[in-house]
């Protein structure tokens, strides 16, 4: 604390460093085709151009999809389904065949980028773990002898159900039958050949399964009072940056921290039987608007991985009629079967640019959504709301955080310069606080513009710290 001095040369530093938070993440789409009413692959990509979506995954490599995504600038990820593993594990010339027929003939005018092999292997009835490493590694060597090693990834979709513990998230780890078989033996394949692990992350089934405990502004990143980490005292305002760190804690905890992620699947139904509470468009609008606004704001990762961007893939584009289980698995969709969205959901930065600048006109989630929650501080009074840092965030996490807040975030920070009305207390988190408060204020106190990767939670009351006022709306 000590050393944090406001001097003449804050605001070239706030410049130097604006771009600590500047990183942002990717956002795509899950392309699922269990539907007997879909457009055409032809119509699909034009409908993905024309809402500016660059990134897709699919669950095959249907060749009308492939053929269909050349020289169309789109992103892709592949996917071998699970019935092939077995085949794939055990013969290299399965392997090869498979990546001359299905990926070689395809790229580089289909931009494909990763390869799933395999999807929610562990939970796949069919007894297919172990021949997921030896699939992924025959199909490596396989990219290997085209050249294609360096520019297209290999890895492996897993459930949530793969944990055996996710809450607190630093309690995060693996199934212990999982371990050696199969989750170490796979982070050492991926951190050799500089791939990444897919995780399929739906806070929708755990709030649906928990709603007693888990409060639904929580899962849908609206205002609350947040979750703290028994174990490493972060904060929590999300159940989405919950569940990704929890699998990131069981990561860690077999050393492999150097290891990426990527989101290969999430999502919230537009509607639901009766039983599957929560499931709804308001709701859909809520969690899938707030996680875009959320990756493309350039907030930053999760409290554990706060450099790493989140990079996510929506499930899914299409409502799919022909999906079996709960009504709820068949209303994933962004789009219905005529183009139309179900729900208006940013998809772009630059969608997400437009909503700060245009203001709401009531119409459905257009912006996020306010809070469900009666007691919850959003439906104070306008203007009766503040930001404020969150101590335990650590010094290096709130320097950042001003410097963004002051710097690209554009909040008026003079007041705490050296002299100024709010210097003293001259602390880093009185400092952070008043940073982050002008910051909310200016974005008017928008979900997700008080959080700041968790360095930061909304409070009811006017902060005090020495004598210092803290504006309440611009
Ligand atoms: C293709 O997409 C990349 C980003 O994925 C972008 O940088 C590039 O400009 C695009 N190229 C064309 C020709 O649109
Ligand atoms: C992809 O590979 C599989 C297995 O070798 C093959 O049956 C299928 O025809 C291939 N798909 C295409 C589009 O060539
Ligand atoms: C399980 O394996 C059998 C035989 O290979 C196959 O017919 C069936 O489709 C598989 N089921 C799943 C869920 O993959
Ligand atoms: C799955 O594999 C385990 C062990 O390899 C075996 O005990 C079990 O019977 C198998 N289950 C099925 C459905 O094949
Ligand atoms: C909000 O704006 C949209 C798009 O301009 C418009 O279609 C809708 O009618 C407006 N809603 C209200 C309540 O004014």
Redesign the pocket.
Same mark, same amino acid.
């Given at each position: 604390m000590a050393a944090f001095t406001v001097s003449h040369s804050f605001f070239f530093l706030l410049l130097l460093s604006a771009s600590a938070f500047a990183d942002t993440g990717m956002i795509g789409i899950n392309y699922g085709r269990i539907a007997n009413n879909l457009p055409t692959p032809d119509k699909v990509v034009a409908l993905l151009k024309s809402h500016g979506v660059d990134r897709i995954k699919l669950y095959d490599t249907d060749s009308t999809v492939l053929t269909a995504l050349a020289n169309s600038n789109i992103s892709v990820v592949v996917a071998l389904p @699970?019935?092939l593993l077995s085949s794939a594990a055990g013969d290299q010339s399965f392997a090869d065949n498979w990546v001359q027929a299905n990926i070689s003939k395809y790229y580089p005018s289909t931009k494909i980028e990763a390869i799933a092999v395999g999807n929610e292997v562990f939970v796949?009835? @069919?007894n297919t773990t172990k021949f997921l490493v030896p699939a992924m590694k025959n199909l490596y060597n396989s990219l290997k002898k085209n050249q294609l090693d360096s520019s297209i990834k290999i890895s492996s979709p897993i459930a949530l159900s793969a944990l055996q513990n996710s809450y607190p998230s630093s309690s995060g780890s693996f199934k212990t039958e999982l371990i050696e078989p199969v989750i170490k033996p796979m982070l050492d394949f991926l951190r050799q050949t500089g791939s990444y692990l897919m995780v399929n992350a739906y806070p929708f089934f755990a709030y649906t399964a928990n709603t007693d405990v888990i409060s639904l502004d929580y899962a849908l990143f609206k205002e609350n009072s947040g979750n703290v980490d028994s174990g490493n005292g972060l904060k929590y305002t999300n159940l989405f940056d919950a569940q990704i760190d929890a699998v990131f804690a069981a990561m860690s905890a077999l050393n492999f921290n150097d290891v990426k992620m990527v989101i290969t699947e999430t999502g919230w139904p537009s509607a639901g039987d009766e039983k599957e509470v929560g499931a709804g468009e308001d709701n859909a609008a809520a969690y899938n608007g707030n996680l875009v606004r959320r990756v493309l704001s350039g907030s930053g990762g999760t409290p554990l991985r706060p450099k790493d961007p989140l990079n996510v893939y929506l499930f899914a584009l299409f409502n799919e009629n022909q999906k079996p289980g709960p009504t709820s698995e068949r209303n994933y969709g962004l789009f219905y079967p005529n183009e139309q969205k179900v729900y208006v959901v940013p998809l772009t930065q630059a969608e997400v640019e437009n909503e700060k600048t245009t203001p709401v006109n009531g119409s459905k989630s257009q912006a996020p959504a306010p809070s469900s929650d009666e007691n919850d501080v959003s439906k104070a009074k306008v203007g009766q709301t503040w930001c404020v840092a969150n101590g335990k965030a650590g010094d290096e996490k709130l320097q950042k955080a001003i410097d963004y807040a002051c710097g690209e975030g554009g909040a008026d920070c003079r007041p705490i310069q050296d002299g100024s009305t709010c210097y003293d207390p001259n602390t880093l988190e009185a400092h952070a606080s008043y940073a982050f408060n002008s910051y909310y204020q200016k974005n008017s106190r928008k979900t997700g513009s008080c959080d700041f990767g968790g360095a930061a939670y909304v409070v009811t009351q006017s902060p005090r710290y020495g004598n210092c006022e803290f504006p309440t709306g611009y």
């Open positions: @699970n019935e796949d009835p @069919n």
